[in-house]
């Protein structure tokens, strides 16, 4: 995403300054004459921190669980009915985690905010899908707000992972 919204930058950077320079105009033929294209909205700064931060703190809470669950399985994961349907139902809805009720901008039915068919790759996926889509129709603001929904849906996941973590733990 931030090499993405950065190549957006450049490229209007570019254009602006081929605009500006008349740099269309020469290059048109007489004969054909064609105006030069839109120019590209400015890209501004879209903060990306939040997101940055859940994603920080997810991998730090999955390479937990995974101690915890290695101890576990060292021990032969014999663990008491209890404290396994508190691991399965922790599991369970594990998933459930990544979803938002408003659902993807336009495709309210995909409420996955961390990986959907993308809008014009037909079932290829795509991560991050709602700021993804955002960058790639240049809409800034919207890119904006969906990095912070994004943040609070893995914000989410983590907590759940935490529980599960703890639980293995005891």
């Keep these: 995403m931030h090499k993405q919204a950065d190549s957006a930058r450049k490229e209007a950077e570019a254009q602006h300054k081929l605009l500006d320079a008349g740099a ?14 839109e120019r590209l909205s400015d890209v501004p700064k879209i903060d990306f921190a939040p997101l940055d931060a859940a994603a ?14 290695d101890a576990k399985a060292q021990k032969g994961l014999d663990i008491p009915a209890a404290q396994r349907a508190q691991v399965n139902q922790l599991m369970a809805t594990m998933e459930q985690r ?7 901008p336009g495709r309210p039915w995909f409420k996955n905010m961390v990986q959907a068919p993308g809008e014009l790759t037909g079932y290829a996926p795509k991560t991050i899908p709602a700021v993804h889509e955002a960058l790639d129709a240049r809409d800034w603001s919207r890119a ?21 973590t703890a639980v293995l733990q005891k």
Aim: no cysteine.
């Design 144 to 164: 904006d707000k969906y990095a912070a929904v994004t943040a609070g849906v893995l914000d989410n996941y983590r907590a759940q992972l935490d529980k599960l």
């Design 98 to 104: 990544l979803l938002d009720a408003q659902g993807l």
């Design 24 to 37: 269309y105009k020469l290059a048109a033929d007489p004969l054909h004459p064609v105006g030069p294209p």
């Design 56 to 69: 920080k703190k997810l991998k730090e809470s999955a390479q937990a669980y995974e101690k915890a669950y």
